[in-house]
Structure formats: structure tokens, C-alpha cells
């Protein structure tokens, strides 16, 4: 298994609260990314980033903030949580572009962040 | 209109049948394409990968890519209760690393 733990792996928060969601890796790939899976949506991109301080958005951003200080960690941070943000939050990592003979890479996936906003 | 359709089912089939799993998109772009298996309360990990058009088999798996359609399939064969799960099929660009994903498609595999 790729080494990518999440951390809290269950959390319950109220309404208005900040939350910071901690995604570490030991693989040292370049690309980091956080996804929040809902029912009949699927998998959606929230941030990612592309290495140390370089982040983007991703398809739903509203509400949330990124941060990469280092190579192996990317946190996910809710400025202040809403209902509609209780989802399973998932990072992933990959490989930069070229690191394998060209190709590009697939992505590895934590076990997921259950958050519960009440 | 999403990048990438994938049909949610539940699908429920018998142990030993065939097993067709299928996403559309529009992206003309993609040459990249990924399958992945999800259990329940568990994190996406990656089954298959196939570059551009073609077909990759992987023991009961076997990967599909038809670029002129703009469609991929995953073949399981003589499946097993073991492959209950959500299988997601996922898709990227040349020199961009950011993936696109179906909504996933939910097997049962009934003893």
C-alpha cells in the first residue's frame, strides 16, 4: 500500500467551527490532492497541489483552504464548517509527470476522513 | 454535462457470471484511463491502468479502451463475492496530473 494516512479518520464538528484535515505521505510524489465523496456524485476534486506552496482548485473549492509546507504533507482546512460539507474526504497522491519512463501515474488514495457536521 | 458518465447501478449478478462495467466521456483529451475498486468504508485503490486505445488483461480482469467512441469498459470474469464493491473508473490528460472520476458503479456478487 502506498504510505498515506489521513488523520482524524472520524470527526464530528458543529456549524461555524474551523476543521483541518491532515493528509501525510512517506512516498515524497510531488502531487497531492484532497476529494470529498458524497452519494451519486462520485469522487470531486477540492484542491490540489502540485508541489511545496504551489496549490490549485479543484471543482468544488468553496468554503475550503489548502496549505503545503512540506513535500509529504497537505492539509484541508474548513474555515468554518456548514452542513453541506459532511462528506468522506479522501487524499491522494501521484507522481510527477516523466518519473516513470514518461508515462503518467495513477493515483494512490488514504483510507478517507469521515467528517460530521452538525 | 460531467466529463466522465458512469452508470451508478446497483448491479447484482450471480457468482461465476461476467461482469461489464462502462464509463462515457467527452474529453478527447484523455489518453490515460483507471480503474478502481472500493469497498465499503474503505479508501479507492487502483485495479487496472491502460495508456490510449486498447485492450490490458489482468488475470479475471480485463480493461477496454475505445478512443473513436470515447469508451472504456471493464470485463470481470467468473466473478466471486469477493468483487462486491464500487468500482470507479477514472481518466487523465497527457503531462496533467489531475484525474477525472465516474460516479462509480456498485456490484453485488450473490453467492
Known amino acids: 500500500d502506498a504510505g498515506i494516512t489521513q488523520s482524524p479518520r472520524h470527526k464530528v464538528t458543529e456549524t461555524g467551527t474551523p476543521v483541518t484535515l491532515r493528509c501525510h505521505q512517506t512516498?515524497?510524489?510531488?502531487?497531492m490532492y484532497w476529494y470529498r465523496q458524497d452519494p451519486g456524485h462520485g469522487l470531486r476534486l477540492i484542491h490540489y497541489?502540485?508541489?511545496?506552496?504551489?496549490?490549485d482548485k479543484g471543482e468544488v473549492s468553496d468554503g475550503y483552504s489548502v496549505s503545503r509546507s512540506k513535500t509529504e504533507d497537505f492539509l484541508l482546512t474548513l474555515e468554518s464548517a456548514t452542513s453541506s460539507q459532511t462528506s468522506v474526504y479522501f487524499c491522494?497522491?501521484?507522481?510527477?509527470?516523466?518519473?516513470?519512463?514518461?508515462?503518467?501515474?495513477?493515483?494512490?488514495f488514504g483510507q478517507g476522513t469521515r467528517l460530521t457536521v452538525v | 454535462q460531467k466529463e466522465v458518465e458512469q452508470d451508478p447501478g446497483p448491479l447484482s449478478v450471480p457468482e461465476g457470471a461476467i461482469v461489464s462495467l462502462n464509463c462515457t466521456y467527452s474529453?478527447?483529451?484523455?489518453?490515460?484511463f483507471m480503474w478502481y475498486r472500493q469497498y465499503s468504508r474503505k479508501g479507492p485503490e487502483l485495479l487496472m491502468y491502460?495508456?490510449?486505445?486498447g485492450n490490458k488483461e489482468d488475470g479475471r480482469f480485463t480493461a477496454q479502451v475505445d478512443k473513436s467512441s470515447k469508451y472504456i469498459s471493464l470485463f470481470i470474469r467468473d466473478s466471486q463475492p469477493s468483487d462486491s464493491a464500487t468500482y470507479l473508473c477514472?481518466?487523465?490528460?497527457?503531462?496533467?496530473?489531475?484525474?477525472?472520476f465516474g460516479s462509480g458503479t456498485k456490484l453485488n456478487v450473490k453467492p
Open positions: 491522494a497522491i501521484s507522481e510527477s509527470i516523466g518519473a516513470r519512463q514518461g508515462r503518467n501515474t495513477e493515483a494512490f
Open positions: 512516498e515524497n510524489h510531488r502531487y
Open positions: 497541489s502540485y508541489g511545496v506552496k504551489d496549490t
Open positions: 474529453n478527447s483529451a484523455f489518453q490515460y
Open positions: 491502460t495508456y490510449s486505445s
Open positions: 477514472a481518466m487523465s490528460e497527457v503531462s496533467f496530473n489531475k484525474f477525472y
